[in-house]
């Protein structure tokens, strides 16, 4: 039998109506649960400002429900924030709470495949927890990310990197997470490290990165 040609647009939109559905129901229990698994994402904030002390404006990508963007509203009051995310209902718990924020955080509803091509670019751009669900379009949203950022800017990561377990890298593919290492060498290639971490979680489960590059010319 002849094989069935799938396009990586199919399979992307594929992926993305899948998420969806997983964020429509985890939405409700994400703040509560994810403290105990996303490690790094207070420390990445500030290894971004001791690299970019002052950004004006700053986009994450794959927001989710607003954390990071709080808490970089609060360690950066002049920058304006953008969150994109895909997931409506990640956002609208986003909404709910980022709303005392009023016009300083803008959220966007949409896939982060291609640049948002702001006017002027964005002095900072932060991914924490997101890269490792684009399967497929990691490389597409890096590549965005670089066009979106302004000469000299930086891209901020933390993530989940690798697992010696292969039960467990299984566990995370089944909730939509790459654990297969390739995030990093590509953020390597694509921006001058300034920082550049591996660390362990739960004495070597998991390894978890922490990056922060400048903008190649
Ligand atoms: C694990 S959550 C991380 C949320 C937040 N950054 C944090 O640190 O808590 C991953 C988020 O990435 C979003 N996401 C996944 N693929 C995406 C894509 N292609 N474009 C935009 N957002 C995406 C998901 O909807 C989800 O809200």
Redesign the pocket.
């Known amino acids: 039998m002849k094989p069935v040609a799938v396009s990586h647009r199919t399979r992307?939109s594929d992926?993305?109506r899948s998420?969806?559905k997983?964020?429509a129901l985890h939405?409700h229990i994400?703040?509560a649960t994810?403290w105990a698994f996303?490690f790094g994402?207070s420390a990445i904030l500030e290894v971004a400002r001791s690299a970019a002390p002052a950004p004006l404006r700053i986009l994450?990508?794959?927001?989710?429900?607003?954390?990071?963007l709080i808490q970089l509203a609060r360690l950066f009051p002049h920058a304006q924030l953008t969150g994109?995310?895909?997931?409506a209902a990640?956002?609208n718990v986003a909404r709910r709470k980022t709303a005392c924020y009023g016009p300083r955080i803008s959220l966007k509803a949409?896939?982060?495949?291609a640049p948002l091509g702001r006017t002027g670019g964005y002095d900072l751009v932060?991914?924490?927890?997101?890269?490792?669900?684009?399967?497929p379009?990691f490389e597409a949203?890096i590549a965005s990310a670089r066009a979106d950022l302004k000469y000299n800017g930086h891209f901020a990561l933390?993530d989940f990197h690798a697992s010696r377990w292969p039960w467990f890298t299984r566990w995370m593919q089944i909730n939509?997470?790459r654990m297969d290492g390739q995030l990093l060498p590509l953020l390597r290639e694509n921006f001058t490290p300034v920082i550049d971490h591996i660390r362990p979680a739960y004495g070597g489960v998991w390894d978890y990165g922490l990056f922060v590059g400048r903008k190649k010319d």
Do not use: P, W
């Open positions: 992307a992926t993305t998420l969806e997983y964020y939405a994400y703040d994810r996303l994402r994450e990508v794959g927001c989710g429900t607003g954390r990071n994109v995310d895909l997931s990640m956002l949409q896939s982060y495949h932060l991914c924490s927890y997101a890269l490792s669900m684009f399967n379009g949203a933390v939509h997470v």
